[in-house]
């Protein structure tokens, strides 16, 4: 089955900094890679995707990008706010006869300091 | 509803006891996803239902947890004899279609302490 690692577990970084945070699959059949953002107490909510068809997808402070070849894709938060504070999850789908399921990383925990 | 629904949302029982809990999804959405996060862990897959297929059940930690969805809608995990390290979040998630390339969302998610 699909296999996602995902580093750094932890990431705290000054307000306005970058941030990125970087996974990797194993299964080679996987074409979406969706993240996920969880505050304390909240539940996850999707805030950027990607598909395979793309390397790379944008949208404001937030950035994705795809290798295939190399089986990873990483999240970059661009000018940090300590409201970006929360736990990021990575996931990757999978093909075959569970096609659609969803593995997740094990999760970022993420602290801006104003 | 307007969202994934998921009772109760907190669950205290005794250490034995059999416990129930419930997922509604989004209607018209065709699969289904449980997944279980320990204080400050990751999510971690459970069971998975998509359409009229066979569930994924790859992810269950013992032959204590299962689950079942009726009519394609509702779903039930269950745990029975419960532990002290079955307490946890347990999050429901559900996706449209049942189709790849889709977003899943998420459920407020069921608190299990087991004493």
């Known amino acids: 089955g699909e296999n996602v690692e995902q580093h750094p577990s932890t990431l705290s970084v000054q307000e306005g900094d970058s941030a990125v945070i970087k996974c990797t699959y194993s299964?080679?059949?996987?074409?979406?890679f969706p993240w996920y953002k969880q505050e304390l107490g909240k539940r996850p909510q999707l805030i950027i995707d990607?598909?395979?068809?793309?390397g790379e997808k944008k949208d404001q402070r937030i950035a994705v990008t795809l290798n295939k070849t190399a089986k990873h894709f990483s999240l970059h938060i661009t000018e940090t706010q300590p409201e970006d504070s929360a736990v990021y999850f990575c996931a990757a789908d999978a093909g075959g006869t569970s096609y659609g399921k969803l593995t997740f990383g094990q999760g970022t925990i993420l602290t801006v300091h104003p | 509803g307007a969202g994934v629904s998921q009772s109760p949302s907190n669950k205290v029982t005794e250490k034995g006891k059999d416990v129930e809990l419930r997922c509604d999804p989004i209607?018209?959405?065709?699969?289904l996803y449980w997944y279980r996060q320990s204080l400050g862990q990751g999510l971690e897959f459970l069971i998975y239902?998509?359409?009229?297929?066979?569930?994924?059940k790859s992810g269950l930690p013992s032959d204590r947890f299962s689950a079942e969805r009726t009519g394609g809608s509702v779903s039930t995990l269950t745990i029975q004899r419960t532990q002290q390290e079955d307490s946890a979040v347990y999050l429901c998630?559900?996706?449209?279609?049942?189709?790849?390339?889709?977003?899943?969302?998420f459920g407020q998610g069921t608190r299990l302490t087991v004493v």
């Open positions: 998630a559900s996706s449209p279609r049942g189709a790849r390339n889709t977003e899943a969302f």
């Open positions: 239902f998509q359409g009229n297929s066979a569930p994924d």
């Open positions: 299964d080679s059949a996987s074409n979406y």
């Open positions: 990607i598909r395979s068809n793309v």
């Open positions: 209607s018209g959405h065709t699969a």
